[in-house]
């Protein structure tokens, strides 16, 4: 049963249901509240708050009518439009905040009803004509009463596709004035005859993602009518970006906005500075924003598995793809507590739909990955936060920054440091009189976070565009990350109940190099050389190289070897040979890797001993191997029994075994000779 006819249900028996927070208070008739329905109450109350609240919020809207209004008075930015001009103050040339679209079109082009198009949109959407001028240190918006353009064609043909793409770059990434219309360019290159592409570039200031959908789809039914010289068969907006800014302010008072503050303030209480990703380089102390793209595409089957799943679930696309993405994060970083930024369409009323504007608002959504749920589970958490998410889109991400006071730098954006994306407009082909247009993902070479991932639906299923910043990552790195994050998709869909930690992240090609090409170590030695020998060889090819670390610690080859022989030849000066056995008591460290190779170059066995083993376990083994020297450690000798062997710790006697000669030592070991001695649960064993 949806909540929508269960709370229905309950009002016509008389049971009355009201929030206060995030409590839910119940009335009703004496006899009514039966064990099942509190039961039922209990395990939906999530469902319950975000309904109530959404339905508390529509009423509140519904309160102020946004109606078309009279432009007798300055008109002042939206709060999205404040957030662009204060990024536009501090850094002027910045192409960050270009947002772009890039179109392919193919086939026989009309110039003449493409700019005709576009001009009759630039004239239905204020937006598209307006500049922002300051009025005693306060921005307003100056909206044209008209303006048109003409596009420029920029002749490419013949040049190779990177080179085409280098220029885009360069045309996407020019700065624009925002006192200065138009606020948007569009250039068309002619790659070939009937091979164009379309480069449309606005201010995000004037647009957002939203947006370039609705710019999309009225080129389409534009372009079909003007180029068989039909009328445009587009209805007239009824409203402007404008109507909505005067209403905007009007209904996001002081109160509403403080208490949708508070909800983030209690929302991201104590959040991880920082996401703490493994890069391929430092991370830098200033963010250059140097960025680059990668592009991938997942099968229509699995796209349409996770559809189905999201559909059983309860949940949308978004949803199942975001929670996924936190766990590729959390696989990642291995953080419990993952803040990943999302720009919202916030675009709760229909008769903003149809608008071309900066509605954007981004918000952070913190997921906490406790216990190792399963991913059904968190996928339920998700829909939550994102719900509650939506209820509180309103007040801006800058507002929530400052109440919040987050700690600050320089190297990264606070809050977040990873976006996640799902766009609402298609990248599928059009088919228009005489031509067909694609949309394609344009590259900005900027990235404003460490990592951001955008998908779009086709009819071919998702495809998805990493966006990352270059001074943290290799190329090679985000193309793993990729199998790894469609790896996990696949695995999801496959069994959504595996918990968090057992989803595989590794691609087929990972995991037959990590266990048969990585696990192929069969090597055939020489037959006549043991273990120490082989060392001393490989001492005479390396001996610089790092042999041994522990901490921060390190020896080489040619300094382990001078160290085991010192100690070898200190052994045999105290009776060591092949077959005796040594007892070896140390702690991980450096000395131990000395003390295992000095026995053998001495000839003799080591049986290693835990000093954490009960007194009596270490006393039988002792007497039992009739250990003639025990290696240890100075603060490990009051742990260990009394036995009749002799006893060296590596530490506070190395000043004596250093006087030893650094050479090779000569044993005359042989293969029948032991070379280590292990006591099990059973008993011990003996090697050669």
Request: glycine share 4%; with cysteine.
């Amino acid at each position: 049963m949806n909540i929508e006819k269960f709370l229905t249900n309950l009002q016509t028996k008389g049971v009355k249901i009201s929030i206060d927070g995030d409590q839910l208070s119940c009335r009703a008739p004496k006899g009514v509240m039966t064990a099942a329905i509190q039961q039922e109450l209990k395990e939906r109350k999530t469902e319950i708050l975000a309904f109530l609240k959404e339905a508390q919020t529509a009423t509140q809207y519904n309160s102020f009518p946004l109606v078309p209004v009279t432009r007798d008075r300055e008109v002042p930015l939206s709060f999205a439009q404040q957030r662009m001009w204060f990024l536009y103050q501090l850094d002027k040339e910045s192409p960050f905040y270009n947002e772009s679209l890039q179109v392919r079109i193919v086939g026989k082009l009309s110039l003449r009803a493409l700019e005709q198009s576009i001009n009759e949109i630039i004239r239905r959407h204020e937006a598209l004509r307006t500049t922002f001028v300051v009025r005693e240190g306060i921005p307003f918006q100056a909206i044209l009463p008209t303006l048109a353009i003409a596009i420029p064609i920029v002749e490419l043909q013949g040049l190779p596709e990177a080179s085409v793409q280098q220029i885009v770059t360069q045309e996407v990434r020019q700065p624009f004035d925002l006192s200065i219309a138009p606020l948007l360019r569009v250039t068309l290159v002619r790659q070939q005859a009937e091979s164009h592409l379309l480069i449309l570039t606005m201010h995000h200031i004037i647009t957002d993602g939203w947006s370039m959908g609705i710019f999309f789809k009225e080129l389409e039914v534009l372009y079909h009518a003007f180029s068989k010289e039909q009328p445009n068969s587009l209805p007239e907006l009824t409203i402007q970006y404008a109507d909505f800014v005067l209403w905007q302010r009007q209904w996001l008072t002081q109160q509403v906005q403080q208490k949708q503050l508070d909800y983030w303030k209690q929302q991201l209480a104590g959040v991880p500075p920082l996401l703490e990703l493994p890069t391929d380089y430092p991370r830098p102390p200033v963010q250059s924003f140097s960025g680059s793209t990668k592009k991938f595409q997942l099968e229509k089957d699995l796209t349409s598995q996770l559809v189905s799943l999201g559909q059983q679930s309860g949940v949308t696309l978004f949803m199942t793809l975001l929670a996924a993405f936190a766990v590729l994060l959390h696989r990642y970083s291995s953080q419990n507590d993952i803040c990943i930024g999302s720009p919202f369409a916030n675009r709760d009323r229909q008769e903003v739909d149809p608008l071309i504007g900066c509605f954007v608002n981004t918000l952070v959504l913190r997921t906490q990955i406790e216990d190792n749920p399963s991913f059904s589970d968190f996928l339920q958490q998700v829909r939550s936060i994102v719900w509650d998410a939506q209820t509180h889109q309103d007040v801006p991400f800058e507002q929530v920054v400052e109440a919040l006071q987050p700690e600050r730098s320089l190297g990264y954006n606070p809050l977040f440091q990873v976006m996640f994306v799902l766009e609402n407009f298609s990248l599928d082909t059009l088919e228009l009189p005489g031509i067909s247009l694609t949309p394609e993902m344009v590259e900005r070479g900027t990235s404003g976070f460490d990592l951001s991932l955008s998908m779009w639906q086709t009819q071919k299923g998702l495809i998805g565009s990493w966006e990352y910043n270059s001074d943290l990552f290799e190329a090679d790195t985000i193309a793993r990350m990729t199998g790894h994050f469609q790896t996990l998709l696949e695995m999801i869909v496959a069994n959504p109940e595996l918990r968090v930690g057992e989803l595989s992240l590794l691609t087929q090609s990972e995991q037959h190099q990590l266990l048969v090409e990585w696990n192929n170590t069969q090597v055939e030695y020489p037959q006549d050389k043991y273990i120490h020998q082989l060392f001393e060889e490989q001492c005479l090819s390396t001996p610089d190289a790092v042999a041994v670390v522990f901490e921060n610690q390190q020896l080489t080859y040619h300094q382990l070897n001078c160290r085991a022989n010192q100690l070898a030849h200190y052994l045999q000066s105290l009776g060591v040979k092949p077959d005796t056995l040594l007892g070896i008591c140390i702690e991980r460290s450096l000395e131990m890797v000395v003390g295992l190779l000095g026995i053998l170059k001495a000839g003799g066995a080591y049986v290693p001993l835990d000093s954490e083993y009960p007194s009596e376990r270490l006393s039988f083994m002792l007497e039992d191997a009739q250990v003639r020297v025990l290696l240890t450690q100075e603060h490990l000798v009051e742990k260990l029994p009394q036995h009749q062997g002799r006893v060296v710790c590596l530490d506070t006697d190395w000043g004596m075994i250093s006087q030893s000669n650094q050479q090779n030592p000569i044993a005359g070991v042989q293969a029948s000779n032991l070379a280590y001695v292990i006591y099990t649960s059973g008993g011990s064993n003996a090697k050669k």
